[in-house]
């Protein structure tokens, strides 16, 4: 789930455009991409969801993802506390309200796609969400970067539960109504620091999404507190397994969404 210097130059083209009197600061945000995360995932299937959460309605209807970035926008499977019995649609990258039509929407920078744990509520953009909009969303596992000599990445780790387990990533959502009246909720992936085992992984960043365990879920979406929320922003403590896979974050025009992409390598 990382971002590299041919992602941004792809999708964020102006971002190499800039004034010299500019530079200096957009160097810095682009080196500060390069170490993010969770901007790479897989996810089930409706019928899968629908198998493994029997006591949910799931409203999700798509076929499982293997890999996908968040770049795209995807619609991923999420519970949001407005409804926390349902399975449903959403769109990955948070959308703040004022954003007004889906260009604008696309040309969000990436870091709507994650929101760092330790600043949620100090951030304009975030701390609404934060207090009043959480969810939760479904995942088969994850992609990691991984540098080799400790200073640049230059492979990936797919990440997962043992006996490859659905689980839950804490994510805040964003209501939105683009120009043409559609409305649909928008999300960020939550990061905290690093465990142990990731902090080996993703060594650069030393980041990881905020995993909320099966028994945290409701203690999530129903939290009424700033503290009860940053309580539960922590590292994961649990067991997780991760092999080297293909590149996914440097693949260019290349189909990554099929079974063989998770295959150790």
Same mark, same amino acid.
Not at 23 to 47: D, E, Q
Not at 126 to 136: I, N, S, T, V
């Given at each position: 789930?990382?971002?590299?210097?041919?992602?941004?130059?792809?999708?964020?083209?102006?971002?190499?455009?800039?004034?010299?009197?500019?530079?200096?600061?957009?160097?810095?945000?682009?080196?500060?991409?390069?170490?993010?995360?969770?901007?790479?995932?897989?996810?089930?299937? *409706?019928?899968?969801? /629908?198998?493994?959460?029997? $006591? %949910?309605?799931?409203? +999700? !209807?798509?076929?499982?993802?293997?890999?996908?970035?968040?770049?795209?926008?995807?619609?991923?499977?999420?519970?949001?506390?407005?409804?926390?019995?349902?399975?449903?649609?959403?769109?990955?990258?948070?959308?703040?309200?004022?954003?007004?039509?889906?260009?604008?929407?696309?040309?969000?920078?990436?870091?709507?796609?994650?929101?760092?744990?330790?600043?949620?509520?100090?951030?304009?953009?975030?701390?609404?969400?934060?207090?009043?909009?959480?969810?939760?969303?479904?995942?088969?596992?994850?992609?990691?970067?991984?540098?080799?000599?400790?200073?640049?990445?230059?492979?990936?780790?797919?990440?997962?539960?043992?006996?490859?387990?659905?689980?839950?990533? *804490?994510?805040?959502? /964003?209501?939105?109504?683009? $120009? %043409?009246?559609?409305? +649909? !909720?928008?999300?960020?992936?939550?990061?905290?620091?690093?465990?142990?085992?990731?902090?080996?992984?993703?060594?650069?960043?030393?980041?990881?999404?905020?995993?909320?365990?099966?028994?945290?879920?409701?203690?999530?979406?129903?939290?009424?507190?700033?503290?009860?929320?940053?309580?539960?922003?922590?590292?994961?403590?649990?067991?997780?397994?991760?092999?080297?896979?293909?590149?996914?974050?440097?693949?260019?025009?290349?189909?990554?969404?099929?079974?063989?992409?998770?295959?150790?390598?």
């Amino acid at each position: 789930m990382s971002i590299g210097i041919g992602d941004l130059s792809i999708v964020y083209p102006s971002l190499f455009r800039s004034r010299k009197t500019e530079c200096v600061n957009r160097t810095n945000f682009i080196l500060r991409c390069l170490n993010v995360m969770c901007y790479h995932t897989a996810v089930p299937s *409706g019928k899968q969801l /629908s198998k493994y959460f029997k $006591e %949910m309605t799931v409203l +999700y !209807n798509q076929p499982e993802i293997f890999h996908v970035a968040g770049f795209s926008r995807p619609t991923l499977p999420v519970t949001l506390n407005n409804d926390i019995d349902s399975i449903v649609p959403a769109r990955w990258k948070f959308v703040p309200f004022y954003t007004k039509s889906e260009q604008d929407a696309d040309k969000l920078s990436p870091w709507y796609l994650n929101a760092r744990g330790e600043e949620i509520f100090e951030k304009s953009s975030y701390k609404k969400a934060a207090a009043e909009y959480r969810g939760l969303l479904y995942v088969n596992g994850f992609y990691e970067p991984h540098a080799t000599d400790g200073k640049k990445n230059d492979e990936n780790r797919f990440i997962y539960f043992p006996e490859k387990d659905i689980f839950t990533l *804490g994510v805040i959502y /964003s209501p939105w109504k683009n $120009e %043409m009246g559609e409305r +649909y !909720n928008t999300f960020a992936v939550i990061t905290t620091d690093a465990n142990p085992m990731m902090s080996e992984i993703h060594n650069l960043g030393k980041r990881m999404p905020l995993i909320i365990p099966a028994d945290k879920r409701q203690e999530w979406l129903l939290a009424n507190s700033q503290e009860e929320v940053q309580s539960l922003i922590v590292p994961y403590s649990g067991e997780l397994q991760a092999h080297r896979t293909y590149r996914v974050t440097s693949a260019r025009g290349a189909d990554t969404n099929k079974p063989e992409i998770q295959n150790p390598v």
